[in-house]
């Protein structure tokens, strides 16, 4: 069976955030995928590993894998502005159920025995309680990929961003999550900075005519 599904996935990098929005630099779907999807994975390494006493830790790599495909229903959508999105209560259910259908859609163009395996990403199962935790640390990774398009749309004076960056400042506050106060304070600043601001240390050695470095 040819399927198209990977080929769909290719083309999120044709859908756009922010469109509300006057940006200095566009992103798009699957540049936000990964920032999201490398967080997340930090976030369950976290909690597994400085925050686990009596809490339920999911896999990272599953974190991982739910964050990179936590948008893909925005192929064939496209990214609906939040104010639009979260309008009401009708719209919102509305919208969750197109986002569900497309999910359908694009499972629909899978092998069945890969759709199963891919089911799991795209359409978690709710009712596992490891699962909804994993869901809260991508919703998480997801504030902070926003933050950080914040902070990057602030460095060049670009002001448009300025109450977004508050708000989701506030909504990652109010997760109250040890993991997440972790990445706040530990990895969030350095996002701020220029490259010549981040510190780090390279000794770069140049190779002599046998490729020794000297």
């Keep these: 069976m040819n ?4 080929a769909m996935i290719h083309r999120m990098r044709y859908i756009n955030r922010w469109g509300l929005m006057r940006n200095t630099e ?25 925050f686990a006493e009596g809490r339920i830790c999911p896999d990272p790599a599953f974190v991982a894998m739910l964050a990179l495909y936590h948008d893909l229903p925005e192929i ?7 104010p639009l999105k979260y309008h009401n209560v009708p719209m919102e259910s509305t919208y969750k159920a197109i986002e569900r259908e497309a999910c359908e859609v694009l499972l629909g163009m899978l092998p069945e025995d890969l759709a199963g395996e891919y089911r799991r990403f795209l359409l ?3 009712g596992d309680a490891e699962v ?12 902070f990929s926003a933050y950080v398009k914040c902070l990057d749309e602030q460095k060049v004076g670009n002001r448009e961003f300025d109450r977004a960056r508050v708000e989701i400042g506030e909504r990652l506050e109010a997760f109250n999550l040890p993991e997440v106060d972790w990445f706040r304070e530990n990895a969030l600043p350095a996002y701020a900075k220029s490259l010549d601001e981040i510190e780090f240390d390279f000794d770069f050695k140049q190779p002599d005519c046998a490729g020794n470095a000297i």
């Excluded at 490398?38 to 597994?48: E, G, S, T």
């Design 3 to 6: 399927t198209s599904f990977f």
């Design 76 to 82: 064939m959508t496209g990214d609906m502005p939040k």
């Design 132 to 143: 909804r935790e994993a869901l809260v640390l991508v919703k998480a990774a997801d504030c």
């Design 124 to 126: 978690p199962d709710t």
């Design 26 to 50: 566009l992103e798009n779907i699957q540049e936000h995928s990964h920032d999201v999807s490398v967080i997340a994975h930090l976030l369950a390494l976290l909690r597994k590993s400085k």
